[in-house]
């Protein structure tokens, strides 16, 4: 474990080579199998909310019936997440042929929203514990092979593909301290 400025960060997410290759995991991310979706911090539950407006005509109409019906997120203060319909698919959820994909981050890509989407969506396949302090740690799913396999195959370190979501995160300065480090080790 390493200690980064203000955070921890495990060793694998220094060393592991990783890009995401949709079409081979169709998105999978977006889909989990399980009670909830995307855990929320807890000034994105307003953005979500007022996200949904906007996007609601990406959104197929189960998504939206749903949506209208039982919201988009539960929880309480420091336990959010997106409400998951069937137990899989993101309430957020858009199809794009066979490919799950986010609604919000279309909206986001359009200039219709400010917000691109839940920090734990965009650090995915990163997570984040706290320990006294955040701790970042690398969650290796079996979904995630091909990523893993395209990343080893074109040297793509995955603190590189996840450059843009480790700076909304933390910061410019932060993650300039951070691949200095990943380049000396």
């Not at 995991?25 to 995307?38: L, N, R, S, V, Y």
């Not at 906007?54 to 539960?74: A, C, P």
């Not at 514990?129 to 969650?139: A, H, I, P, T, W």
Request: charged share 25%; glycine share 8%; net charge negative.
């Amino acid at each position: 474990m390493l200690l980064i400025e203000n955070l921890l960060v495990e060793k694998e997410v220094v060393n592991a080579k990783f890009c995401c290759d949709l079409s081979i995991c169709k998105g999978a991310c977006c889909t989990f199998p399980g009670e909830t979706g995307a855990p929320l911090l807890d000034e994105e539950v307003r953005l979500c909310e007022e996200a949904y407006p906007i996007v609601k005509d990406y959104l197929s109409e189960r998504n939206r019936n749903f949506i209208e019906t039982h919201g988009t997120f539960e929880g309480k203060q420091g336990g959010y997440s997106t409400k998951c319909i069937e137990n899989t698919d993101c309430v957020f959820v858009y199809w794009n042929g066979d490919i799950a994909k986010c609604a919000i981050e279309k909206g986001y890509f359009e200039g219709k929203l400010p917000f691109r989407k839940p920090i734990s969506c965009h650090l995915y396949p990163i997570r984040v514990s706290k320990f006294g302090m955040n701790y970042l740690y690398y969650s290796q799913i079996e979904e995630c092979d091909p990523a893993r396999k395209k990343g080893t195959t074109e040297n793509i370190p995955l603190y590189v593909s996840l450059k843009d979501a480790l700076i909304r995160a933390y910061g410019d300065d932060w993650y300039h301290i951070f691949v200095s480090y990943c380049k000396n080790e």
